[in-house]
Nanobody, 126 residues
Framework: QVQLVESGGGLVQAGGSLRLSCAAS??????????LVWFRQAPGQDREFVTA????????LYADSVKGRFTISRDNPKNTVNLQMNSLKPEDTGVYYC?????????????????WGQGTQVTVSS
């Protein structure tokens, strides 16, 4: 079992920045071998891929809509994954979820991620 807790969401004006964090724990637990991902879900819409990072940080993926604005990073000693979001737009509004892919590969397929956090709300006002 892996537990994930997101934090850092909030209300921000368009053009502003937020930094999300996701803290992982569990038993058994091998954080440094997991790939991690951020998805988001706007009201009435499906959950969509935002960004992912492989087990060693060597591979990162970004949705086209966030490239150049968002940066994913991981801190293995602290068992956390972070999402730095800059130049935020109203369309970035939604609940942001982190999840784990225990096979270590950064992929966009939601079905490959088997543990999820409860999410943190991000609201960007125009």
């Amino acid at each position: 079992q892996v537990q994930l807790v997101e934090s850092g969401g909030g209300l921000v004006q368009a053009g502003g920045s937020l930094r999300l964090s996701c803290a992982a724990s569990g038993r058994p637990f091998a954080f440094s071998t997991y790939a991690l991902v951020w998805f988001r879900q706007a009201p009435g819409q499906d959950r969509e891929f935002v960004t992912a990072i492989s087990w060693n940080g060597g591979n990162t993926l970004y949705a086209d809509s966030v490239k150049g604005r968002f940066t994913i990073s991981r801190d293995n000693p602290k068992n956390t994954v972070n999402l730095q979001m800059n130049s935020l737009k109203p369309e970035d509004t939604g609940v942001y979820y982190c999840a784990v892919n225990r096979d270590g590969y950064a992929v966009t397929d939601i079905g490959r991620y088997d543990y999820w956090g409860q999410g943190t709300q991000v609201t960007v006002s125009s």
